[in-house]
């Protein structure tokens, strides 16, 4: 149920455009100020074109589309960056990094790795597609075997999960945040030892403390030095 993608897949747009979010009774938990404001300005966007969006997804039924649509308000969205599953572990191995996840059970929240979006340098529209690719897992859409690993499976990109996503992010391109108004995500990330942080996800060495990035593993200092961890105070190199 991880969504993974291709790190640098989409070209980063630089162009910044101000969208105001209208009234919503989204219920958005562990997110920063910044991803907060992220989250609300996508799914404000999402909120007027959810129709529009769900009339992409001809493959399913009627019924399924008018339940997609129904469950659409009772949308709930987390910040999962300081949770093992937002880790950045496995990346070194296949160059992927996990954007989101949902539970396969019933429930309508939907987990984002806001901060490794960031680092892949994804757009509101990537952020789009993300919400509406884990929404369809929390909604129990059917996903193929393999789903989490495209790279050794390209054919699992057909799946139903794999295209509600790509059509949010096509209805997204079309109709929500058109050209440069479909620009990189706000945030930092990839933060040395020492940067400021909220989440633990910002931090290259994946451990955000006291509002600073510091070390997690040795590796995170540098050779022939070790990452210290006093049982109370904060981690640090030696
Ligand atoms: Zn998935």
Partial sequence: MLHRIARFMWPLCALAMTISAGASALDIDKCDS???????????????RVNATVARFTWLTEKQRDELKEKWSKLKIDCEDDRNKCSKDSVADDGLIITGFAHGGLGNTVNVCYYNLVEANLTLCSLVGNIWHEKGHADGMPKAFHHNNPAKHPEVL????????????????????????????????????????????????????????VCKRDSDCGSGRKCKEPVFGTPHCE
């Fill in 34 to 48: 910044t991803s907060k404001a992220e989250i609300q300005t996508v799914h404000a966007a999402m909120t007027k």
């Fill in 158 to 213: 057909n799946d139903d999960v794999y295209r509600m996503g790509n059509a949010a992010v096509a209805e997204c391109k079309a109709s929500m945040f058109v050209g440069t108004a479909d620009r990189a995500l706000k945030g930092r990330a990839l933060l040395a030892l020492g940067a400021s942080c909220s989440k633990e996800s910002q931090c290259n060495s994946a451990k955000c403390k006291d509002g600073k990035c």
